[in-house]
Antibody, heavy 118, light 105 residues
Framework: QVHLAESGGGVVQPGTSLRLSCAAS????????MYWVRQAPGRGLEWVAV????????YYVDSLKGRYTISRDDSKNTLYLQMNSLRPEDTAMYFC???????????WGQGTLVTVST | IQLTQSPSSLSASAGDRVTITCRAS??????LAWHQQRPGKAPKLLIY???TLQSGVPSRFSGSGSGTDFTLTINSLQPEDVAIYYC????????FGQGTKVEVK
C-alpha cells in the first residue's frame, strides 16, 4: 500500500531555515519522480519542485529558485525539501507526491504545515 | 503555460450532471490530470492523460479534450463529490489551475 508521510513542519521566524521530509513506503522510491506542492491557507495548489526518478534533474517554480532545494535519499526511502530564508508568504501546507516517469501525480501525502511568523 | 478553470465555483443538485473546463494557454497535447480535494484532505488523482480514469475512481467521473481545451464531467453528482477540483499539466512544465469549488444544493 502506497504511503507518503511528511514531517518537519512547524512555526518558524522569518529568515530562518527548515527541512521537510517525506517518508515513502509501499513502493520503490527510485522508480518515481517526486514532487513538493504547497497550498497557502484558503488558496489553491502551487507546484514547488520536482526531482526525477534518477535524482539528476531538479526543477523549481521560478519564484522559489535559490531558496529551496529538493533532494532524495532512495536508500532511506525519503524525499526532502530544504527551505532557506523563509518568508511569511511561504506559510502553507506542504504536500509531497509521487509520479511515474513522464506521468501525472498519482499519490499524495497528507501534508505538513509550515507557518512563518514573528 | 497557464491553466484557467471555469467556473470558479458551482452549486448543483444531487443527481445533476456537472462540467468543469480547463483551458491551457498553449497546446499541451493530453498531458493533463484532474485532482479532487475534499475539505481538509489531501488531493486525490481522478483522471490522467486527459481522459483515463484512475483505478478506484467512480465511473461517474470522466474527462475529455486535448490540445488546449479540457473538461471534467461528473455524471449524477453525489454529496461526497463536494470538493475543489484542480486541473494540472505535467511532463515538461508543471502547473495547476486555480480550482473549481463544487457544492451540492
Amino acid at each position: 500500500q502506497v504511503h507518503l508521510a511528511e514531517s518537519g513542519g512547524g512555526v518558524v521566524q522569518p529568515g530562518t531555515s527548515l527541512r521537510l521530509s517525506c517518508a515513502a513506503s509501499g513502493f520503490t522510491l527510485s522508480s518515481y519522480a517526486m514532487y513538493w506542492v504547497r497550498q497557502a491557507p484558503g488558496r489553491g495548489l502551487e507546484w514547488v519542485a520536482v526531482i526525477s526518478s534518477s535524482g539528476k534533474d531538479r526543477y523549481y517554480v521560478d519564484s522559489l529558485k535559490g531558496r529551496y532545494t529538493i533532494s532524495r535519499d532512495d536508500s532511506k526511502n525519503t524525499l526532502y525539501l530544504q527551505m532557506n530564508s523563509l518568508r511569511p508568504e511561504d506559510t502553507a501546507m506542504y504536500f509531497c507526491a509521487r509520479a511515474p516517469p513522464l506521468g501525472a501525480i498519482d499519490y499524495w501525502g497528507q501534508g505538513t504545515l509550515v507557518t512563518v511568523s514573528t | 503555460i497557464q491553466l484557467t478553470q471555469s467556473p470558479s465555483s458551482l452549486s448543483a443538485s444531487a443527481g445533476d450532471r456537472v462540467t468543469i473546463t480547463c483551458r491551457a494557454s498553449q497546446d499541451i497535447n493530453n498531458d493533463l490530470a484532474w485532482h479532487q480535494q475534499r475539505p481538509g484532505k489531501a488531493p486525490k488523482l481522478l483522471i490522467y492523460g486527459a481522459s483515463t480514469l484512475q483505478s478506484g475512481v467512480p465511473s461517474r467521473f470522466s474527462g475529455s479534450g486535448s490540445g488546449t481545451d479540457f473538461t471534467l464531467t461528473i455524471n449524477s453528482l453525489q454529496p461526497e463529490d463536494v470538493a475543489i477540483y484542480y486541473c494540472q499539466k505535467y511532463h515538461g512544465g508543471w502547473t495547476f489551475g486555480q480550482g473549481t469549488k463544487v457544492e451540492v444544493k
